[in-house]
């Protein structure tokens, strides 16, 4: 648990069981939703490290239970499945119980039906776009992702608005505008593009430009790949 009673999930794999042997630990007490690696079980009895669970839900006071005498469940994974991007997850979640990361994909504002096998509609009336931080706090500028990375691990995808503004942007990754609004103009290597409703812009990779909209313009956007929001803000 940590200070605030939010029990952070534990991956309990052989590094744990050693690491517990060689301090001279002889029980490692695991909590409900904790992942435990067969080979950290096999670990335990080689080492004599005890595995013991810690049963919450259904002790009024808190002890220590055996495996067979608590019914709370523990995840067991194979050691061949432990990946970095399942580490990723367990730190990310970690992060977010603890409020030192929001959620990955905070819960929607708009009206999107999922089919089964991956296909996706947004009723884009629905889709209402947030302020966009472009370093100067004087510019209206919105945005919205619409395709989060568990839907779509290689495009992004999303609208953006630009009010009576203009602002300067390096992209160092590839870009899709299509002009669903208003007027867009795109400033690149000295020379100004002008675009209305119902044109498209590609922007390729490592383009500084600059975005203006001589009144609203409404734009919606396809990135390569899809983590561009991440790749703009480490650039």
């Known amino acids: 648990m940590d200070k605030e009673g939010i029990h952070l999930k534990k991956l309990i794999s052989v590094r744990e069981i050693k690491d517990a042997a060689a301090k001279g630990q002889t029980v490692i007490v695991v909590?409900?939703?904790?992942?435990i690696?067969?080979?950290a079980k096999d670990a335990a009895v080689e080492y004599a490290v005890k595995i013991e669970f810690a049963c919450q839900t259904e002790c009024k006071s808190p002890k220590v239970m055996t495996s067979s005498s608590c019914k709370q469940t523990?995840?067991?994974?194979d050691d061949g499945a432990i990946d970095i991007d399942m580490i990723v997850?367990?730190?990310r979640e970690m992060l977010t119980a603890t409020g030192q990361l929001a959620p990955a994909n905070p819960p929607e504002t708009f009206v999107k039906e999922r089919d089964a096998g991956g296909l996706l509609l947004v009723k884009a009336d629905t889709v209402k776009c947030?302020?966009?931080?472009?370093?100067?706090?004087?510019?209206k500028v919105g945005m919205k992702d619409i395709v989060n990375i568990r839907e779509s691990s290689n495009m992004g995808a999303g609208f953006m608005t630009i009010d009576h503004s203009d602002f300067a942007w390096n992209l160092n990754y590839e870009e899709?505008?299509?002009i669903v609004e208003g007027h867009l103009d795109i400033t690149i290597n000295g020379k100004t593009y002008k675009g209305k409703k119902g044109d498209v812009f590609f922007i390729p990779k490592d383009s500084n430009i600059v975005w203006s909209a001589p009144d609203f313009c409404k734009i919606f956007y396809v990135t390569y790949p899809a983590n561009w929001a991440e790749l703009a803000a480490n650039k």
């Open 74 to 77: 523990n995840t067991e994974i």
């Open 37 to 39: 690696t067969p080979s």
């Open 176 to 178: 899709f505008d299509y």
């Open 130 to 139: 947030e302020p966009f931080d472009t370093g100067n706090p004087k510019e």
């Open 31 to 35: 909590e409900k939703g904790d992942i």
């Open 89 to 91: 997850r367990v730190v």
